[in-house]
């Protein structure tokens, strides 16, 4: 049987599979529907005190650039800190509260994104994010050299049939930070394959997200400085 008839993952006897990289347009089919299946359980209220701290923050930066959350301060310390201008601040990591601006901030300015309010296009924030991470899946797993059903079966069973789903209804910090280990896992495969910088640059900005996200992700680094 001649090399150019065996199937992707299987390469000639004694040598390692050969690498093949994602298809755009089944990315993008995997993108859809998983946000799709997403928006059937959306709810568009938070549901936990640490959403309202990151929800508070991403209002004041949309609307005075500002990075308190002077809308809990009747919470006192439960999810924040009083700096030094006596103002209160969140605890919590900025990633979510970043990702979450420019769908809040259009939401904010033209009265209503699509006939949602600015709470409801900020928590779709996760969603999007989450159908990203299953793209990433896909795509890794396509570097790995998985064939296209082997890949995409594993990123819908991830973004299907794993806390993935919950996790996408609501405004927590773990989506961002998987999405930021997924990018960088991609970023170094890919830069396995082709050896260039821009790869290195990706992998470094995924862990910069991850970090931004949750900073206990900091753990990882070496592990992903030995792959």
């Known amino acids: 049987m001649s090399d150019s008839r065996r199937p992707a993952g299987e390469g000639k006897r004694g040598s390692p599979a050969v690498s093949v990289g994602p298809s755009r347009i089944l990315a993008v089919c995997l993108f859809a529907t998983l946000f ?3 928006l059937l359980t959306f709810s568009g209220v938070y549901h936990s005190s640490d959403e309202m701290a990151m929800l508070a ?4 930066l949309a609307r005075r650039g500002a990075w308190d959350i002077e809308l809990l301060r009747w919470m006192g310390e439960q999810q924040g800190s009083f700096g030094p201008d006596g103002h209160l601040y969140s605890r919590k990591g900025i990633g979510t509260t ?4 420019p769908v809040y901030w259009l939401a904010l300015r033209t009265g209503g994104l699509l006939a949602v309010g600015n709470v409801q ?8 994010l989450t159908a990203l991470t299953g793209v990433l899946v896909y795509g890794s797993l396509r570097r790995l050299a998985y064939r296209d059903g082997i890949a995409l079966v594993t990123a819908l069973a991830f973004g299907l049939g794993t806390m993935a789903w919950p996790y996408a209804r609501y405004l927590f910090s773990e989506t961002l930070a998987g999405l930021g280990l997924m990018l960088s896992f991609y970023a170094l495969l890919r830069y396995r394959d082709r050896n260039d910088a821009f790869s290195v640059l990706l992998a470094g900005v995924g862990l910069g997200v991850a970090l931004l ?3 206990n992700n900091a753990i990882v680094v070496p592990f992903f400085g030995l792959l």
Do not use: K
């Open 57 to 60: 923050t991403t209002d004041s």
């Open 213 to 215: 996200a949750r900073l």
């Open 98 to 101: 970043l990702a979450a601006l």
């Open 121 to 128: 296009a900020a928590m779709l924030t996760n969603a999007i």
């Open 36 to 38: 799709s299946v997403y």
